[in-house]
């Protein structure tokens, strides 16, 4: 089992450019999340999934948008990338939100 | 206010020292992860627990949800030790996880 896995792990872009970050898993999870992790700092909510067809916001949602077509995939959406979204964004998926999350291995973006 | 809270913030170690990380959390809890954070970035599970006692060789977790805590004991420390640190998590008044702002480990050889 590959458990969580993200493409890219590495990438560039000018302000203003659009990019998609993949989130694959292969787990059969249900629940399926976006994080971003700024330095010195934990871990927050962009946005999450609880099944094939459904996203909703987080607790940081401005400037992303998330699409969830097939169960094992979760996309993370930049369509005009600002130098705020500098960040390491880590993908997470879990059978429901009381059970056990599992990280894929993030993807460090910077915004020039 | 601040949900999770971690101490301490920083510590450092002498190679095969023994550590307690301590974790508060304000409300009762649904879920409860210890994770680390290598050098590398790379987020590892340790441990999840919202209730109990667990241990995985040098590394053991205890969570005492009535008095709202939890600690992450490392014992014989090791430089692949080093890391931060972090507890996260489902308040039960709350659906997402919630992480504290970690604790960072230097092991020194």
């Known amino acids: 089992n590959a458990g969580v896995t993200q493409t890219p792990k590495f990438r560039v872009l000018k302000t203003g450019q659009s990019m998609t970050l993949l989130c694959a898993q292969d787990?059969?999870?249900?629940?399926m999340y976006w994080y971003r992790q700024d330095p010195g700092m934990g871990l927050r909510l962009i946005h999450y999934s609880v099944g094939e067809g459904t996203t909703a916001k987080g607790e940081v949602p401005d400037g992303y948008n998330v699409s969830r077509l097939k169960k094992q995939n979760f996309l993370l959406g930049l369509e005009s990338a600002a130098p705020s979204q500098t960040s390491v964004y880590f993908c997470?998926?879990?059978?429901?939100?009381?059970?056990?999350?599992?990280f894929g291995p993030g993807t460090r973006l910077t915004v020039l | 206010g601040i949900q999770v809270e971690q101490s301490p913030p920083d510590l450092i170690l002498q190679e095969g020292a023994n550590s307690t990380l301590r974790c508060n959390f304000s409300d009762s809890v649904n879920n409860l992860q210890w994770f680390h954070q290598n050098p590398w970035g790379q987020l590892i599970n340790l441990f999840y627990i919202p209730s109990g006692t667990k241990q995985n060789g040098r590394l053991s977790a205890t969570t005492v949800a009535t008095e709202r805590y939890s600690l992450l004991y490392i014992s014989s420390s090791q430089t692949t030790d080093s890391g931060v640190y972090f507890c996260a998590v489902v308040l039960s008044n709350d659906y997402k996880l919630s992480f504290g702002a970690g604790t960072t480990v230097t092991v020194r050889a």
């Open positions: 997470a998926s879990s059978y429901d939100w009381y059970n056990e999350q599992f």
């Open positions: 787990m059969n999870h249900e629940y």
